[in-house]
């Protein structure tokens, strides 16, 4: 797949991204807008950028892997996987609508080209902890990157793979979090707490960068340190600052658009908005 390194053009797909996260969610009368628009900067400049994949093969054994452990924000994944060229963009407006494969959470036996099917919290990082081991056992030079949310945080079997992780030194994987500080239904403050997360993913034994995950070049850089840092054999975190339901203003940094459908109107607006 041809790389896009360009800000500007990078920025432009991230505005087409959002713009199909909200159509599909209104097309379908639900789903969760808020943890997808606040990842989609950094997972456009992942998935035009840095992940070396293959739409014309999507099984390419050298490719790298991406688990959306978040699975509820597969509105974004589903726009970047066709526009990326996995499958035609118009499919996106089958999204939760029956027989479709774009459901509303990942379902790998509906779509092979996906790691595996997600919307569980806490259970992706295991997975790409399996299969970042697998990959190593077979001398494979690919990276696993895996999504998580910071509200998942809040599983403890998150807790458990990080330490798996670090035993095992699975360095070939880049763990991501969209730091956006609001889950389903209030902060993460109010909720439970994990602060400071990157003093903990330190004591952890990972090495972890911190960056404005709406800010291009700092999303660039981030990437490229974890890279960097993953072929020097460290363990990494990449903490994403966010915004949640980031490009529409009364979406903005609100638990009331985790996972609710705008109206009409609400619709209309969000579109204007991100023109
Ligand atoms: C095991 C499990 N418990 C509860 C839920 C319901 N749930 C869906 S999203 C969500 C909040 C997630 O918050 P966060 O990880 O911060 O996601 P984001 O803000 O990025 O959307 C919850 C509790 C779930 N999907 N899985």
Wanted: proline share 3%; aromatic share 10%; charged share 25%.
């Amino acid at each position: 797949m041809q790389k896009i390194t360009d800000i500007e053009q990078l920025k432009t797909i991230a505005k087409d991204v959002r713009r199909d996260i909200l159509s599909m969610i209104y097309e379908a009368g639900s789903g969760h807008p808020g943890g997808s628009l606040s990842a989609t900067d950094f997972l456009t400049v992942l998935f035009f950028k840095y992940l070396n994949h293959n739409p014309k093969n999507p099984k390419d054994n050298n490719r790298d892997r991406f688990i959306l452990s978040k699975g509820h924000c597969c509105p974004v994944y589903y726009s970047l996987l066709a526009r990326t060229g996995y499958f035609d963009v118009n499919e996106l407006m089958t999204f939760r609508k029956l027989n479709s494969r774009l459901q509303g959470h990942p379902d790998k036996s509906k779509f092979d080209l996906m790691e595996t099917t997600s919307g569980s919290l806490g259970q992706g990082l295991s997975i790409a902890a399996g299969i970042a081991f697998a990959l190593r056992l077979d001398n494979n030079p690919a990276k696993v990157y895996c999504l998580l949310g910071d509200g998942e945080l809040n599983e403890g079997q998150v807790w458990e793979s990080l330490a798996t992780i670090n035993k095992y030194n699975l360095n070939n994987l880049i763990i991501i979090i969209d730091n956006n500080h609001i889950q389903l239904d209030g902060t993460n403050k109010d909720i439970k707490d994990l602060e400071p997360l990157q003093k903990k993913f330190f004591d952890f034994g990972f090495n972890t960068i911190m960056a404005d995950g709406h800010d291009m070049v700092q999303i660039m850089s981030a990437f490229e340190n974890a890279l960097n840092s993953s072929n020097e054999g460290k363990n990494n975190i990449i903490i994403f600052n966010t915004v949640k339901g980031k490009g529409v203003s009364f979406m903005e940094n609100t638990a009331e658009w985790h996972g609710k459908a705008p109206n009409k109107e609400q619709f209309q607006r969000a579109i204007e908005e991100l023109r």
